[in-house]
């Protein structure tokens, strides 16, 4: 049966959940997916680096007690020695799930940078490399001849990018438009209901939606992060973040909110990337008042959800989870298995 | 480049719709696909028959007069040769889209039969031969290595079916739930707004939605043949339509529908099917009354929406045209988009 060794760069909720998905129900998903799986390196920031070739003992790791680390195991150290590792473990897929600095990218633009330039494929949940790298790190993919996917980057593991460039071929996709963040969703729900914006995000905080600093999720700069990824992925856009304009929740009064409610409408914040018909694509972060029947109006909560708006089909709309430790690890695996497509088609799997 | 020819059996409003897309973007297509399409045999009930091997000109079809048929073309017959044309056609793939008796499927189920037995890959838009007879033409298929697919036979040419074959891969889904049919629904948003069942139904036939006779849709026949469909292809049944127990919306009264509203929820006629935990797949058809914030309660008219409820990524859900010409039309693209990339896999189609 064909193999993949996989390297986890951080290992945090989402990489220690896909650690457990593979430790649980490996020999059952390589009988449905038609090929086994093994972890070969591990770097976290806390536990160290970890390499062995003939394949980590999961079990053993996810039962490490809180404060171990990797020094003293065979092939571990206590320092996570991130670039070494993805350049010279075994593994043929490197799991990146650091962290998203939402400027330049970084560290996780310079591991998919190493892992894509010793020959690796790679998955990633962050925005960060996809957005603020991803023309560029895409052509090293293709010059390696490996693969670089991130169906987390976006919407956590609901299927967007995946539905686009797999189930709606062949049509012209004019544009799309979605929620894309859950904090401010859910932030904007309970306007709805009466609580101001403060204790709305007070409550998100509580919930464990909302970062400790929720910025970026209140301003739209996550959501701006991910309208790039969505126009230059599915428009074939070149878009960078200043490319798109963008306005957050902030200036939305509980006064409007009533306002749209009285008029059959709801404030949603709005993701979009049209092409007009010069070919250019305008791109925006925007507070919108949608009618009730709009497919977005009635995404509620933490569920994000993209619209198509198609040629043939009209308006395809797909929801799921945006946010989540196994959602985003589904993320992961659903690459990995894009990967081993990808390269089986191409021959560079041993069968 | 490689090339399919196609063989249209019907030439009703969704394979017209299918062959002006193929003449009037073709080469445009070809580009984007990597393969490029003929079209080298038409049957219909009143143009008759139509066979030339080098490949019709579809200008000329489409702009055939009203009460011509085929007769005295070469190639040509005034008579619709199905089973003869479908046996003998150079066409790689039969493109199926006549009628559904929802008895037996019949002749629907006949041409498929004939299509796979020759060595044909088969694209239908018809429900019935899948829902009736769905195993032994996929069966049939097999044996004889080529493909058998039916993205149209579930609401239209969104892609529920291929979302989960190519994009919920790795996932157990549980079950899946869905809006099946669009004049059930339109009736049911017009009850709301306070109109009677019977007049709901004649204005959604003056419409266009319904047909003349809407027992089918009122009914639950309509979805109860999805639902058959949805829970073979996705969770892997063996269903038959007797093994789905179905109510349709005839005896949902306007009182329930008030009652329901001041509820905070809203009637839908739901077709859904779940995985019990003995592996037993329970399926039914019944009108429900969603709290407002089910996924399914906002998808309104004509749209059509199915929710996948699975392990990892809890709900998710896709809606778009359960109908319409050209989408259709587009089920059956995305259709010959999948034959190519199997037979391509297979290394069955000349590069």
Redesign the interface.
């Known amino acids: 049966m064909p193999h993949h060794d996989i390297a986890l760069i951080g290992f945090g909720g989402v990489n220690r959940a896909l650690a457990e ?1 593979i430790h649980t129900r490996g020999p059952e ?1 390589a009988d ?2 038609g090929f086994s799986l093994g972890v070969v390196a591990i770097t976290d920031l806390r536990l160290g680096s970890l390499m062995q070739a003939d394949g980590i003992d999961l079990g053993a790791v996810l039962r490490m007690p809180a404060g171990a680390t990797f020094a003293g195991l065979p092939g571990g150290a206590a320092i996570p020695q991130n670039d070494h590792v993805i350049r010279h473990t075994t593994a043929d897929i490197v799991v990146e799930a650091t962290f998203t600095n939402p400027v330049d990218g970084e560290p996780a633009v310079s591991h998919v940078r190493a892992a894509l330039e010793s020959g690796k494929s790679v998955t990633t949940t962050n925005k960060g490399p996809v957005a603020l790298a991803g023309a560029e790190l895409n052509r090293l993919a293709r010059e390696h001849g490996v693969r670089f996917e991130y169906e987390g980057s976006v919407v956590s ?3 967007v990018l ?2 686009a460039s ?6 012209r996709v004019r544009g799309v438009q979605g929620i894309l963040n859950g904090t401010s969703n859910y932030v904007l729900g309970q306007m709805e209901s009466g609580m101001s914006l403060t204790d709305a995000v007070a409550e998100a905080q509580s919930l464990g939606y909302a970062e400790a600093d929720p910025t970026a999720d209140i301003e739209g700069s996550d959501v701006q992060l991910k309208v790039v990824i969505l126009a230059n992925e599915i428009l074939g856009a070149d878009l960078t973040t200043a490319d798109v304009e963008r306005r957050g929740i902030s200036g939305v009064t509980s006064a409007d909110i009533i306002r749209a409610a009285a008029e059959g409408s709801r404030f949603k914040l709005i993701g979009s990337a049209y092409r007009d018909d010069d070919g250019t694509v305008t791109a925006r972060v925007e507070p919108m008042a949608l009618p ?2 709009h ?1 977005l ?2 995404v ?2 933490p ?1 994000n959800a993209v619209s198509f708006d198609t040629d ?10 945006g946010a ?1 430790r ?2 985003t ?2 993320a992961l ?2 690459d990995i ?1 894009a990967i081993d497509a990808h390269l089986r ?1 191409a021959g560079e799997v041993v069968q």
């Open positions: 998905i998903l449905e997916l593991g609901t299927p995946r539905l797999e189930a709606l071929t062949g049509l009730l029947t497919p109006a009635s509620t909560g569920t043939l089909l009209g308006t395809v709309t797909i929801s799921g989870p989540g196994l959602e690890a589904y695996l659903s298995i088609i």
